[in-house]
């Protein structure tokens, strides 16, 4: 016996195990603690890849246009643009992108502003460290994510509003709001914020408070959600 290994028949293929592409993710935030403790973490995971990271809205745009990632993480309050903003702006850039939107805020009006901007996900900071890849993934094959106490607060919102809208079968007219009372109306279906409308109309916060509070009592709703929903509804969007 020669002692050679036997030739490897050149007919039979050779079989090579192709790894899956990592996701590509884009950290926002601020805080640049807090920031780099996300990127260690999900540098820790074989199947993310944090491409970059960014600590303002408006950079965040820039980047993701350069970088194009697959998962943005991305806190709400966030220097020069927010990061509704800055969401709605790199949607417009990379329409397939998942954009995430992590933050310590539970308000309602965040997170309904979010989903309108495009969000695919909203957490909040109190995540856990195990939760967060899987949250990533889940985001990248597709699925919608939303922090359990938002989710609920968000399907209360519109179980609350079908419910009325199916015991109402005349609905209050808009005709009762001033003029000004319209323009607020229009701009929170838009999903600004109180301090955007503020600035957008120059007013102080307080008179839109006001504002929206007039409005949910004349149209004899319940939320800010109810009113965008409804102004969306009744078209007085395609009005401006």
């Known amino acids: 016996m020669s002692g050679q290994s036997p030739a490897q028949d050149p007919a039979q293929p050779v079989e090579e195990e192709v790894a899956g592409a990592a996701i590509k993710v884009l950290v926002v935030d601020d805080h640049a603690f807090f920031r780099r403790g996300l990127v260690s973490v999900l540098d820790e995971e074989p199947d993310i890849d944090v491409v970059g990271e960014s600590g303002d809205g408006e950079e965040a745009v820039a980047q993701a246009a350069r970088l194009v990632p697959d998962v943005v993480l991305m806190d709400v309050w966030m220097p020069r643009i927010s990061g509704i903003d800055a969401c709605a702006g790199i949607k417009d850039t990379i329409p397939g992108a998942k954009i995430v939107m992590l933050t310590m ?43 359990p106490s938002m989710a609920t607060k968000l399907i209360g919102e519109f179980t609350t509003l079908a419910r009325r809208e199916k015991a109402r079968a005349h609905p209050v007219p808009a005709t009762q709001l001033t003029d000004r009372e319209m323009e607020v109306l229009r701009l929170v279906a838009r999903g600004l914020n109180n301090r955007e409308i503020a600035n957008a109309l120059f007013i102080s916060e307080n008179t839109v408070k006001n504002h929206v509070r007039n409005i949910l009592e004349k149209l004899q709703l319940h939320s800010r959600t109810e009113a965008a929903v409804y102004a969306v509804r009744e078209k007085f969007l395609d009005m401006d």
């Open 105 to 147: 805020s539970d308000e309602e009006d965040d997170l309904f502003s979010a989903l309108k901007a495009g969000a695919t996900g909203y957490l909040l900071k109190e995540i856990s460290v195990d939760e967060l890849p899987e949250a990533v993934r889940a985001i990248a094959g597709g699925q919608s994510f939303i922090n």
